[in-house]
């Protein structure tokens, strides 16, 4: 694996979050809530050196989703003895320590501690982590971008699952016991494989440190909201400050609208945003944007090529025949 990670790393970090949220009524400033952290150290050999296991007590949503309840096997007694986040937090970059490179199963975990430390005004020292999801794809499947779920790939290699799934000390442990598997294949790995990975980690670095908002609106129509400067503005991922549009918004398809924006400092950013829909029918945007490499530059370009050359949503349904006797 140090092949794939920065000089100097010194040991591995195998991280693992479990998080709280509110489906109906989101905080939008932090969807979701960790309630615990779990992680392992591995020396750069993969031999285990420690563990850990953080509880967090949850203050934005104190109380626990049913379905997070349910998959977690969490108990809410045991999240009131929890830690505050800043404390937890500070324990595990204290126990990471200096030279240690994350590691996660699929690329969902980064993003949410990202937001959770920016929440609470904390710093992240940690680079983006190494998703193993993303080498196992690469290496032991036909489908580079497949999103194997860590148990199925577990199965897939006839590995025993001998402790309860869905905690993150359990995953964490379990990710790491793959990672010494995945290693195998990296060696074996031809050099073509090894420079589509490289390219695959470092786009994903990029969008794991993206700059993200959630915004409810007042509106219910996707055209309102894209003709509103102050929803579809985007700023630089890495100063924060204004862009210019380069590439306006465009719908990719389901939904999804892309653009390509300008930061005079720091050049050009990819930006994505779609909408949900709350029970009243106003839509919730939300958008994230990270530079650019000319790989996705090139391939957005294409995208909205291709987006030109389908009719528009509407033109593309039938009309209702009328019926007899209407106007």
């Not at 983006?128 to 290699?157: F, R």
Request: hydrophobic share 40%; proline share 7%.
């Amino acid at each position: 694996m140090l092949r794939f990670v920065p000089e100097g790393t010194q040991c591995f970090v195998v991280m693992d979050l479990e998080w709280n949220q509110h489906a109906s009524r989101p905080n939008h400033a932090i969807p979701h809530e960790i309630i615990e952290i779990g992680a392992v150290k591995l020396d750069r050999d993969l031999r285990l050196l420690d563990e850990r296991q953080y509880i967090i007590k949850p203050v934005v949503y104190p109380v626990l989703d049913k379905h997070i309840r349910q998959v977690t096997g969490i108990d809410p007694e045991e999240l009131k003895e929890g830690q505050t986040f800043a404390r937890a937090f500070s324990s595990f970059l204290k126990w990471c320590g200096p030279g240690a490179s994350l590691c996660t199963w699929g690329r969902d975990d980064y993003p949410v501690l990202l937001r959770n430390a920016r929440f609470y005004k904390m710093d992240l020292p940690l680079e983006p982590p190494l998703n193993l999801q993303m080498v196992y794809a690469h290496l032991m499947t036909d489908k580079p971008s497949a999103q194997v779920g860590l148990s199925a790939a577990m199965e897939a290699l006839g590995m025993a699952m001998d402790l309860p799934a869905h905690r993150a000390l359990n995953d964490a442990l379990y990710t790491a016991r793959l990672m010494a598997r995945l290693q195998k294949a990296v060696d074996a790995a031809p050099p073509e494989a090894i420079e589509s990975l490289r390219r695959a980690a470092a786009e994903e670095a990029l969008a794991a440190r993206s700059a993200t908002r959630s915004v409810p609106t007042n509106l219910t129509r996707y055209d309102d909201v894209l003709e509103n400067a102050s929803f579809t503005a985007v700023r630089c991922p890495v100063c924060g400050g204004e862009t210019r549009l380069t590439l306006p918004w465009f719908d990719s398809g389901h939904g999804r609208f892309l653009a390509l924006c300008e930061c005079p400092a720091h050049g050009t950013a990819f930006a994505q945003m779609h909408f949900k829909r709350l029970y009243n029918e106003k839509l919730v945007m939300h958008q994230r944007a990270y530079l650019a490499t000319p790989e996705r530059v090139a391939d957005v370009m294409a995208r909205r090529n291709a987006a030109r050359e389908t009719l528009p949503r509407g033109a593309r349904r039938t009309p209702r025949p009328r019926k007899e006797g209407r106007e």
